[in-house]
T-cell receptor
Framework: QKEVEQDPGPLSVPEGAIVSLNCTYS??????FMWYRQYSRKGPELLMY????GNKEDGRFTAQVDKSSKYISLFIRDSQPSDSATYLC???????????FGTGTRLTIIP | DVKVTQSSRYLVKRTGEKVFLECVQD?????MFWYRQDPGLGLRLIYF???????EKGDIPEGYSVSREKKERFSLILESASTNQTSMYLC?????????????????FGAGSRLTVL
């Protein structure tokens, strides 16, 4: 069983829709959680991070963590064509240089 | 505003060739990483380095070696390239004391090097 599971998609939604991207994990040692966005032919870039269970908002993006269920989500409101990218979840624990990544979900927003 | 630079975006090599992938960061980060990214497998850690001349094996080090002679530079070496090493290679760096994200290992990635081995 992989430490981090992420639905690979692809996921296509119309512009303006709410998008939900999800990851589950099995390692209870993970203490912080991140979402990276990767545009085609580019490297991943950090989108959001959070340490604790609950929600964190940043503009149209909301990161949600449920440590009891070992489940994290990224919600995108009012999705735009510029949101079309691959989204990778990542998680780690303090003092450990290594992150564990999900396999990524490819998202396409249709104008 | 470039922070992590990978010297080659696209390379085509032949089986058995020695391949060098170079990565330079200008953020004075302690940690540097090499990942490969393949469809359906995500990012897999090959090697990382937490200091000059220090290296640690990641999850898939076989067939690779690394070199870190200077803090800003981390090289990935394929001693004898094979077709199963055809992949996208991503370099990243981090500092556990980055800004307000104390303790969290936030990676900054380069644009990637797409290697094809024929």
């Amino acid at each position: 069983q992989k430490e981090v599971e992420q639905d690979p998609g692809p996921l296509s939604v119309p512009e303006g829709a709410i998008v939900s991207l999800n990851c589950t994990y099995s390692n209870s040692a993970f203490q912080y959680f991140m979402w990276y966005r990767q545009y085609s032919r580019k490297g991943p870039e950090l989108l959001m991070y959070t340490y604790s269970s609950g929600n964190k908002e940043d503009g149209r993006f909301t990161a949600q963590v449920d440590k009891s269920s070992k489940y994290i989500s990224l919600f995108i409101r009012d999705s735009q064509p510029s949101d079309s990218a691959t989204y990778l979840c990542a998680m780690g624990d303090f003092g450990n240089e290594k992150l564990t990544f999900g396999t990524g979900t490819r998202l396409t927003i249709i104008p | 505003d470039v922070k992590v630079t990978q010297s080659s975006r696209y390379l085509v090599k032949r089986t058995g060739e020695k391949v060098f992938l170079e990565c330079v960061q200008d953020m004075d980060h302690e940690n540097m990483f090499w990942y490969r990214q393949d469809p359906g497998l995500g990012l897999r850690l090959i090697y990382f380095s937490y200091d000059v001349k220090m290296k640690e094996k990641g999850d898939i080090p076989e067939g690779y070696s690394v070199s870190r002679e200077k803090k800003e530079r981390f090289s990935l070496i394929l001693e004898s390239a094979s077709t199963n090493q055809t992949s996208m290679y991503l370099c990243a760096s981090s500092s556990v004391w980055v800004g307000a994200i104390t303790g969290a290992n936030v990676l900054t990635f380069g644009a990637g090097s797409r290697l094809t081995v024929l």
